[in-house]
T-cell receptor, first 113, second 112 residues
Framework: DSGVTQTPKHLITATGQRVTLRCSPRSGDLSVYWYQQSLDQGLQFLIHYYNGEERAKGNILERFSAQQFPDLHSELNLSSLELGDSALYFC????????????FGPGTRLTVL | QQQVKQSPQSLIVQKGGISIINCAYENTAFDYFPWYQQFPGKGPALLIAIRPDVSEKKEGRFTISFNKSAKQFSLHIMDSQPGDSATYFCAASREQGYQLIWGAGTKLIIKP
């Protein structure tokens, strides 16, 4: 158990809908990262927050947005969902910035029908 | 220049054999090279990491070899076991504050 929690574990929704994925980092970690992993694919870095501020953006679509709240939990919002958005979405946290060990949560499996 | 190229995409090794996964990078500013291990249905977890001031780092059966001049680093798993079957990701970064650049992953299967 990494100490990072993600909810929900599974999410099934329809095209065009909007969903929110939630992540609680390990106690004391200030950084939260979001990744997308499609079936048998690598990890695609989406976005990074550090202590409430956006620090880096990766291959994140305009339909996706995220934020980190004062209590350091984070939410990833996915809107106008398409079939191709079906994937595992991982949240990771670290004490500081990128070269600190990233601890990954168990992921949220999103299925868009 | 930001890419990390990982090979092979998949690898099958007999139990007790040596598994070798390679990564290559272009950006000479990279100075942190971790390997993450991911079991099916789980998130990746840090396995071992190296910085360029050493050419090799060993933790148990896992060794990272680093060749600065060739801009390559590799993961060696000695005496590979079925429990090592997982997907392995290499990554690279420069200094604090820069994002990790991830390799595409290698699916390793250890045959009993």
């Amino acid at each position: 158990d990494s100490g990072v929690t993600q909810t929900p574990k599974h999410l099934i929704t329809a095209t065009g809908q909007r969903v929110t994925l939630r992540c609680s980092p390990r106690s004391g970690d200030l950084s939260v990262y979001w990744y997308q992993q499609s079936l048998d694919q690598g990890l695609q870095f989406l976005i990074h927050y550090y202590n409430g501020e956006e620090r880096a953006k990766g291959n994140i679509l305009e339909r996706f947005s995220a934020q980190q709240f004062p209590d350091l939990h984070s939410e990833l919002n996915l809107s106008s969902l398409e079939l191709g958005d079906s994937a595992l979405y991982f949240c990771a946290s670290s004490v500081g910035l990128f070269t600190d060990t990233q601890y990954f949560g168990p992921g949220t499996r999103l299925t868009v029908l | 220049q930001q890419q990390v190229k990982q090979s092979p995409q998949s690898l099958i090794v007999q139990k007790g054999g040596i598994s070798i996964i390679n990564c290559a990078y272009e950006n000479t500013a990279f100075d942190y090279f971790p390997w993450y291990q991911q079991f099916p249905g789980k998130g990746p977890a840090l396995l071992i990491a190296i910085r360029p001031d050493v050419s090799e780092k060993k933790e148990g059966r896992f060794t990272i070899s680093f060749n600065k001049s060739a801009k390559q680093f590799s993961l060696h798993i000695m005496d590979s076991q079925p429990g090592d079957s997982a997907t392995y990701f290499c990554a690279a970064s420069r200094e604090q504050g820069y994002q990790l650049i991830w390799g595409a992953g290698t699916k390793l299967i250890i045959k009993p």
